[in-house]
């Protein structure tokens, strides 16, 4: 149990284009998503908090018209990426609290993008 | 704010020789502790956690200790092997915050066979 799945795994793009990212909790119900930044070597940086039904909190640093998230049911949080550039390439990852335990945060496989 | 430090940063061993991960944090309100194994390209995976109310937890070959009074907790890996090669995450949250973890920058651990 508590499977949280992202996709695309990995995406391409050219500078200026747009990149949706995906995150789904499986078999549990997610009242509230994370969406994680990781560069190569580094830890995890927390990005936005995503509350399903509500606007998501930003991280200080981070632009909510760049990277918009939509937390739209229970399962789904998704996170675009707007006109991307190469500064953008990164390693995203989302979390996913189960609602009926609310400590635990469960990872999905994160999504590598590439902007050329 | 919350800080976690995490040492080592790398640590390698041979295999069967336990290996420990220790961190502290700052904040003595943090109440709830995760560890997190990730490999290469993939995301974190939970490998146990403990909270405030206990100062031991065990899972097989891993371990995880607390001391709040010195505010630092340890990750204990037994009789590794080389499948255990990955970067572990420590983490530090207070519990009903809406999970906000705060992460050490990671211990790479290589298990040599």
Redesign the interface.
Known sequence: GAV?S?HPSRVICKSGTSVKIECRSLDFQAT?M?WYRQFPK???M?MA?SNEGSKATYEQGVEKDKFLINHASLTLSTLTVTSAHPEDSSFY?C?A?DSGR?????????T?LTVL | GENVEQHPSTLSVQEGDSAVIKCTYSDSASNYFPWYKQELGKGPQLIIDIRSNVGEKKDQRIAVTLNKTAKHFSLHITETQPEDSAVYFCAASILGSQGNLIFGKGTKLSVKP
């Open positions: 949280v992202q509230t994370f580094q830890s995890l927390l908090t990852i979390s609290i609310t400590d635990t945060q469960y990872f999905g496989p994160g590598r």
